[in-house]
């Protein structure tokens, strides 16, 4: 099944696809934005927007394989008709990914949840949902994530009233980003020009 | 009225001492902004380090407003002591010269006299605050450009750029109504003394003491700080809130404009009455 879904995606060469970002982090406050999303095979990656915008690595570019990459053992945590729970083991011990856990509708051949952890960007975990996008793209992306609790010196900031921030364990905080794509447009071609940062 | 509010603006921009602080700002924004040329990127990584490993970013927040709000956040420690020194020195320093009395002898009102001089300090404070937000401003956008700002106050705020240019005007009202009142206190000193250096110290050291005690978040203080002038005079500050506190905002302005009215009112008083022997 795994095989099956990765094979849907390899028939994507690029895409671009506009994408409303929200934060939710305790430490920062950002408005929503808009921006839009290109990719290109195999690793071209590029947002833009009007302003300042920004987006989680991790999740953002996903095509849903990504945890499904070269050599992998699989375990199969629960199997019942509608969705199947799978742990994922790369075989490249350089690989970022330690072990990730796959939440798989059935029917519709979709990954719909990950829980992943990895060595530089610890762990996270990705909710999906799905309308009728074409190459059952996501909808919605929800990524949540730790990360570290924002503290600058007084020096900077004069502030010597510290306000709480709601802490998730020691020195680290709870995030979360919901990204809602629109507007896909996929194996139209996208010149290479825009992955040219100025 | 009319003709003595002139004189006193007259003699208060004829003295060279008065464009020091004028000039004091012009070369820490040109040195700052300069220096955040060069190393800008780095101070705002600074900012923005714990993010850098989650995050992917789009767009230049190393920008004039972002370098303005810093220039703000440094300012408003020299901007007491460049306005109480020209509040401070307004009628002390004529005692001190001699020629307070030369005027008086003068068929002019204590009164008038007295509201011309502050009448005076409002324009110098008014114009030496519009100088500091003109200036960085403008500055900032020829050598940045505009953008998103991001600032930290309690949080990491990161504000639109069409969400930005109301946040300065008010924090240039609310920097103004701050400096009104240290120069309001200077002034106050100024018609108690025949010296212009004594209420040019006793302010700041009024300022740097309360100071302390508005920031310092020890519990003896929380029943004190709202009573010292200097919790007030960082509201500028409020409007860098993600969420503006309008209520203590609000307060912040009127207890502001007491502190004004009370200073004042005291200085026209005593002044009114004060035996001038100098």
């Not at chain 1, 490249?92 to 509708?105: F, G, K, N, V």
């Not at chain 2, 992917?56 to 420690?77: D, H, P, Q, R």
């Not at chain 2, 991001?150 to 705020?157: D, E």
């Not at chain 2, 860098?240 to 008083?269: N, T």
Request: charged share 20%.
């Amino acid at each position: 099944m795994l095989e099956e879904i990765k094979k849907k995606y390899e028939e994507i060469n690029d895409y671009q696809v506009k994408v409303h970002i929200h934060v939710d982090i305790d430490f920062l406050k950002i408005p929503d934005k808009k921006a839009t999303v290109y990719f290109k095979r195999p690793n071209k990656f590029r947002m833009k927007t009007k302003g300042f915008a920004m987006l989680p690595k991790k999740g953002v570019n996903f095509v849903p394989t990504d945890f499904i990459k070269g050599e992998y053992t699989t375990i199969s945590v629960s199997n019942n008709e509608i969705i199947a729970v799978v742990k994922i083991i790369p075989h490249d011990t350089e690989s970022d990914l330690i072990l990730s856990t796959l939440w798989i509708d059935i029917q519709k051949k979709r990954i719909i949840a990950v829980d992943a952890n990895t060595k530089k960007a610890g762990s996270y975990k990705v909710d999906l949902s799905y309308t009728d996008n074409p190459f059952d793209f996501p909808s919605v992306v929800n990524v949540s994530f730790d990360i570290k609790e924002f503290e600058l010196p007084i020096s900077f900031t004069g502030e010597f009233i510290k306000k709480e921030i709601k802490k998730a364990k020691d020195g680290e905080t709870k995030g979360r980003v919901t990204l809602s794509y629109s507007d896909y447009k996929i194996n139209e071609g996208i010149d290479d020009k825009i992955f040219n940062k100025k | 009225m009319l003709t003595l509010i002139k004189i006193e603006l007259e003699k208060t921009f004829c003295h060279r001492r008065s464009y020091i602080g004028f000039l004091a700002i012009f070369v820490i924004i040109v040195i700052v902004q300069l220096a955040m040329y060069v190393e800008g990127n780095s101070l705002l990584s600074f900012f923005i380090q714990n993010l850098k490993d989650v995050f992917l970013f789009e767009g230049n927040l190393l920008n004039g407003y972002f370098i303005t709000f810093i220039l703000l956040n440094s300012m408003w420690v020299l901007m007491p002591f460049l306005v109480s020194l020209i509040a401070g020195d307004m009628i002390a320093g004529e005692a001190n010269n001699g020629t307070l009395r030369m005027i008086l002898i003068r068929p002019v009102s204590r009164r008038n006299l007295i509201i011309a001089k502050l009448v005076a300090v409002i324009v110098y404070v008014f114009l030496i605050v519009l100088f500091l937000m003109a200036s960085s401003l403008l500055l900032g956008q020829l050598l940045f450009g505009a953008g998103d700002l991001i600032v930290y106050h309690g949080s990491l705020n990161i504000f639109e750029e069409s969400d930005v240019m109301w946040r300065f005007i008010m924090a240039f009202i609310y920097g103004f109504l701050g400096m009104m009142v240290v120069a309001s206190l200077a002034f106050l000193l100024s018609a108690f003394t025949e010296n212009s250096l004594g209420p040019i110290i006793i302010t700041m050291a009024l300022v740097i003491g309360f100071t302390i005690i508005s920031n310092l978040n020890l519990e003896l203080f929380n029943y004190i700080r709202p009573w010292v002038f200097t919790t007030y005079i960082s509201s500028w500050s409020l409007f860098f809130d993600y969420v503006v506190d309008w209520q203590r905002a609000i307060e912040s302005a009127i207890i502001s404009v007491l502190h004004i009215f009370v200073f004042c009112g005291i200085a026209i008083l005593y002044f009114n009455k004060k035996d001038i022997l100098t």
